[in-house]
């Protein structure tokens, strides 16, 4: 029996004004198992106007009040894990151990962080500056947010959005990816019963619903992570009424891995930093730049535990990732791969792994030269490129000649040359002797083309304030 999913628009469930739907499919078989609305300019109209509605009463709540709101849906999507999990993985395959562990419970924990921090805005001291007269600052809400989440984390890059936003007394009107609504939906039933109707919308749909979305004139800021082309069209809508933009775009992370470097380690962890969710993260250890003098040594280790690395079912615990999101998806993996030059060789995996569904054998790629495709633009799959540096500039010279700036990795046992890279590599994140850790407390964010502003930390928080400067006579 096919599951209906709806849009959430001023505290009730509703369909597509219009009627329209969008298929839903497993990504474990391909087939369709379900259908969202494929909403329009109507429907995101009526998700603007319950927003705007709603923000002056969710503005003028105190911090103490938002906070606790929050920390309610810490608590109720706590006690909704499993629904939440299973809602994910139906949209994903992902496996459900690692959704439980590694995804729902650092989102939660996330909501947690921005309760607090919804009680810790800081700003300059009030003074006089000018004599007779007395400057404060204010930080307010920006108004309503018009927030796109992508494919490849759905659960976890909705609640990037809306904790931050809702902290900071904004009102939302979120869009999951076409292909996976079922978690925001959920999210939608659980916080739906806590907020005021209004502040949290969710509309189901496709690009163009989303860019209906960041083109309305209500919103004062646009929020998305998805694909470098995807946040230019936002930057460039928005423009045009000169909206607030915040964009968290492509990555093309490089691991820098030294001579010196414990080389097991290396390998143990960036096959994680590499494959995990299929490697459809941005951050994901996706480009490995190896010291020529450990090169075929490490390629041989990083080829075997490539090897050994298993992709599967939901239900099945020994699997790190299940299949890529889409047909469109295993199309591009896929194609990558066909395109490669004569001198690239496949040393481990390189093919689609059975017939059903969208399965991608955990894969590993060496002799590649700096302007190979592979190299440059971002695959999005369970696919890692090595190569061969000699000294420490060069490092740094191929680590940054792509488009990308979101993050990277050095591993060594020098702590100057740790703190030199640290210093050189030109991206949002530098992990030493490590790869893809997060916590809520440190900024996510990156630079040149993989956007700008930050998520996670105080400072994702601030990017959903603005700044008033409040002057006033000492004079009677």
Known sequence: ????????????????????????????????????????????????????????????????????????????????????????????????????SDELAPAIDQIRFFAGAARMLEGRSAGEYMEGLTSIIRREPVGVCAQVAPWNYPLLMAVWKFAPALAAGNAVVLKPSDTTPASTVLLAEIIGQILPKGVFNVVCGDR????????????????????????????????????????????????????????????????????????????????????????????????????????????????????????????QVTGFIERLPAHAKVEAGGHRVGDKGYFYAPTVVSGLRQDDEIVQQEVFG?????????????????????????????????????????KNLDFGCVWINTHMALVAEMPHGGFKKSGYGKDLSAYGFEDYTRIKHVMTSLDD
């Open 382 to 422: 369970p696919v890692m490129t090595v190569q061969s540096f000699t000294d420490e500039a060069q490092a740094v010279e191929y680590a940054n000649g792509v488009e990308y700036a979101l993050a990277s990795s050095v591993w060594t046992k020098d702590h100057a040359r740790a703190m030199r890279m640290s």
């Open 1 to 100: 029996m096919s599951t209906t999913f709806r849009n959430y628009i001023d505290g009730a469930f509703a369909d597509a004004s219009d009627g329209r739907t969008l298929d839903v499919v497993d990504p474990t078989t391909g087939e369709v198992y379900a259908t969202s609305p494929l909403s329009g300019p109507a429907d995101v109209d009526a998700a603007m106007a319950a927003a705007a509605a709603a923000f002056p009463g969710w503005r003028d709540t105190t911090p103490s009040v938002r906070q606790r709101a929050l920390l309610k849906i810490a608590d109720a999507m706590e006690a909704r894990a499993d629904d939440l999990v299973a809602a994910e993985s139906r949209d994903t395959g992902k496996p459900l151990h690692l959704l439980r």
């Open 208 to 331: 163009e619903t989303g860019r209906a979305m960041v083109e309305h004139p209500t919103p004062a800021m646009a929020s998305i992570t998805g694909s470098v082309w995807a946040g230019m069209q936002v930057a460039e809508s928005a423009a045009k009424d000169v909206k607030r933009v915040h964009l968290e775009l492509g990555g093309k992370a490089p691991a820098v891995v030294f001579e010196d470097a414990d080389l097991a380690k290396a390998v143990d962890d960036l096959v994680v930093g590499g494959f995990f969710n299929a490697g459809q993260d941005c951050t994901a250890a996706t480009r490995v730049l190896v010291h020529e003098s450990v090169h075929d040594e490490f390629v041989s280790a990083l080829a075997k535990a490539a090897a050994d690395t298993k992709t599967g079912l939901p239900d099945d615990e020994d699997v790190l990732y299940g299949p890529l999101n889409n047909a469109n998806q295993l199309a």
